[in-house]
Structures are given as structure tokens and as C-alpha cells.
């Protein structure tokens, strides 16, 4: 599972890339709709005004009108070119969306195959678990109770291992040194022994049998 979500993040970042561009499409449409409203507006600020013109009696009031009407006409200008602004947004957003959805598809394509992988996997985990669970179960009915107990309770608290091996007279798990006679009975395997420091179960490997080795003088002899 955890391999799963880290395997996810490809996906999710063209999922939230994509949900990110349909909400910043989303606003602009939005924006552009504000617009035209305004030059609706505009306009028919406009047509009052002109009709106006007419019941007007003072010069100073017809040339404040048509001052109006000129800043009208400058402020639709302006909304006019935002407006074409905001179309060729939209208009270009169209490749765009085309780009994301097919990279958001293959990565939805590539993580449905690593999904389906891994499951496998995991199901096969599962199928070994239940063996060596059951395997487990049996070789505890032969362990002293008293070490099985001690085993359990230092597997509970060192992350699910309880046994570290022995590497020349130190354990391998938290390098701390042993006594020379207990690294001694610990090779020959027939005393139980735990670390002074992690209290884990120290163990030893017997190192392999090595070949003979040929001299120059065709004499065989031990290995080093």
C-alpha cells in the first residue's frame, strides 16, 4: 500500500494540474460573461444619456453629457479589449485541456497497470504469510514458553525483530560489544544469549566450507 501511494503521485499531481486548469477556465468564462454585462451596461448608460441631450438647456450641462458619454465610450473600449483578451484565453485553454486530459489518461493508464502489479504482489504475500504463520504457529508449540514470551515482547518493541546476528564479537543490530565467552557460546549454538544492550536474540552464521585450493606444486590445501 505504501508503495501504491508513493506510485500515485504522478497521477494525482495531473489530476489536481487538471482540476486547477478547469477552475482557472472555469473563472475566466466567468469573467468574460462580467464583461459583456459591463458593456451592456455601458451602452445603455449610452443610449439614456443621448436621449437626455435633448431635454438639456444649459451649455455647461450638454457638455458635462457629453463628457459622460465620451468616458462611456472609453471605458467599453477598454472592456471590449479585455474581452477579446479573455476570448483568445479561452480559445487557447482549448489546447491545452486537449494536452492535460491526455497526460492525465496516461498516467491513469500507467498507474491502473503498477495498481494491478502490485495487488498481484500483495495477494501473493498474503498467500506466503498464511504459510509461514501457520509454519510459525507450530514451531512455537516446540520453544521454551518462557523464550517464546521473552522473544515476543522484544519483537513488540524492536519493530518486529527480536534476533540480530553476531559479526566477530559485536552484535549487528545496535554494535554493541559482547563478552569474549559469550560470543564463544554463542558460535557453538548451544547456549541462548541476548544482547546486553537491545536484548535481542544473538545468533551466529557457521561460515561456509571453502574449497581446496591447488598450489603451484599441485599440493591441495585449505582455503584461507
Partial sequence: PSQLEADSSHLNEARQKHAEFLSNLKETK????????????????????????????????????????????????????????????????????AELKKRL?????????????????????????????????????????????????????????????LKGDFCSACHTMVLPQMAVEIRVGNVVHHCPNCHRFLYSVKPEPQEAETTEGGRAVAGP
Avoid at 48 to 65: D, G, P, R, S, V
Avoid at 122 to 143: C, F, G
Fill in 105 to 165: 489518461a496516461e498516467e491513469e493508464e500507467s498507474f491502473a497497470a503498477v495498481k494491478k502489479e502490485k495487488e498481484a504482489q500483495i495477494n501473493e504475500v498474503k498467500k506466503e504469510k498464511e504459510v509461514v504463520v501457520s509454519r510459525r504457529a507450530e514451531l512455537t508449540k516446540k520453544i521454551d514458553p518462557v523464550l517464546a514470551s521473552k522473544y515476543e515482547r522484544v519483537a513488540a518493541v524492536r519493530n518486529g525483530r527480536a534476533m540480530a546476528e
Fill in 30 to 97: 466567468k469573467l468574460r460573461l462580467q464583461k459583456e454585462r459591463e458593456v451592456e451596461e455601458k451602452q445603455e448608460a449610452i443610449t439614456k444619456a443621448n436621449l437626455k441631450l435633448h431635454e438639456i438647456k444649459t451649455n455647461q450641462e450638454y457638455t458635462a453629457a457629453l463628457r459622460e458619454i465620451e468616458n462611456h465610450k472609453k471605458s467599453i473600449a477598454v472592456l471590449e479589449d479585455e474581452q477579446i483578451e479573455l476570448m483568445e484565453r479561452v480559445d487557447q485553454s482549448g489546447r491545452e485541456e
